[in-house]
């Protein structure tokens, strides 16, 4: 389906950016390279507009091609760079200069436990990392400032919430649920109460740059994914993050299983370094998260490859 924008729109979604761009440190001096796509895409056209508004010099570089991308911004001494978070790690493996501000999006990063630390040992220690979240119905939604303590709603354009998906109750501060979407300012295709799709959390904390709605952990996933256990909704994508958060390894499998009607939850950890002497507190964090006491909670040496998720109770009550 087509989404549509007036003149007026394209103004207003501009204007909300500048302010970013502005906390970010980008000045009317830098050089920006804008390694998204612009055809049928609206991103690439997004940072395009936004960025030349304000003041700033872009190329439209474009995606791929990461010796051509390195070539350009190497020559003509691009400080801003706009990307993917993978392609920025690609370019700074491919030997592009070092750069002062990334704009990144497309992709998970802020709840990606680590992420910005490897890019920042590509592309400088010093490099201001801001993160993004918008869609194609709505853009933009959310940034990190230079503060990074999560993506700020940009309430001067889009009002946020958080609703249970089941009931489409509204969530209180500091719950996952589902985020739905209503434009404040939107000529064309305004939305009224859009339903995302993704799990977030919004939080209410003021912040140095003048924000104060925040999702503190950016995306954490989709509500396709929720599981009921113990009568409780559970995300998987929450013990993800809560373990990447904790310093206990990246992977992890959980199953399920049912014992004369009562769920149990079994979760199996990578046996990393250090990760032992953490399972009081990741307990006890994964209890806070998500309303739920893990029955057993185990550390193996190497986890295969698969599903990070097996929900055995299915399968035995279509056995029985």
């Given amino acids: 389906m087509p989404i549509f924008h007036t003149a007026g729109d394209l103004e207003c979604m501009h204007q909300v950016c500048h302010r970013s761009l502005e906390a970010a440190g980008v000045t009317r001096n830098d050089i920006c390279a804008v390694t998204f796509g612009y055809h049928l895409f609206i991103a690439g056209l997004f940072y395009q507009g936004q960025l030349e508004t304000y003041g700033a010099k872009v190329i439209p570089v474009g995606p791929g091609e990461t010796d051509r991308a390195v070539d350009i911004i190497n020559r003509h001494g691009v400080t801003v760079l706009v990307a993917n978070p993978s392609f920025a790690l690609k370019l700074g493996s491919s030997g592009m200069n070092r750069i002062k501000i990334l704009f990144a999006g497309g992709e998970p990063l802020t709840s990606v436990s680590g992420y910005k630390d ?11 990392i801001i993160d993004s979240y918008s869609m194609s119905e709505c853009i933009p939604i959310a940034r990190n400032c230079a503060m990074e303590t999560g993506l700020h709603i940009m309430d001067e354009f889009v009002y946020a919430e958080i609703i249970d998906p089941e009931t489409g109750k509204n969530l209180e501060n500091g719950r996952m649920g589902e985020l739905v979407l209503t434009h404040i300012k939107k000529e064309a295709q305004p939305l009224l109460r859009y339903r995302t799709g993704d ?19 950016g995306i954490s996933g989709r509500t396709g994914e929720m599981l009921k256990v113990k009568g409780v909704k559970l995300y998987p994508s929450q013990i993800k993050t809560i373990i990447n958060e904790h310093g206990t390894g990246t992977g992890f499998r959980l199953t399920i299983r049912s014992e004369k009607g009562v769920d149990r939850l079994i979760l199996t950890l990578e046996d990393i370094p250090g990760a032992r002497p953490k399972l009081k507190n990741l307990r006890h964090a994964l209890r806070k998260a998500t309303l739920l ?5 185990a550390f193996r040496g190497h986890l295969e490859e698969g599903p990070m998720v097996s929900d055995e109770r299915d399968v035995l009550s279509s056995t029985l």
Avoid at 293 to 297: T, Y
């Fill in 118 to 128: 490897r890019i920042r040992q590509a592309l400088g220690r010093d490099l201001v």
């Fill in 199 to 217: 799990l977030a959390e919004l939080v209410e904390t003021p912040c140095n740059c003048g924000r104060h709605v925040t999702m503190p952990r």
């Fill in 293 to 297: 006491n893990f029955d057993e909670i």
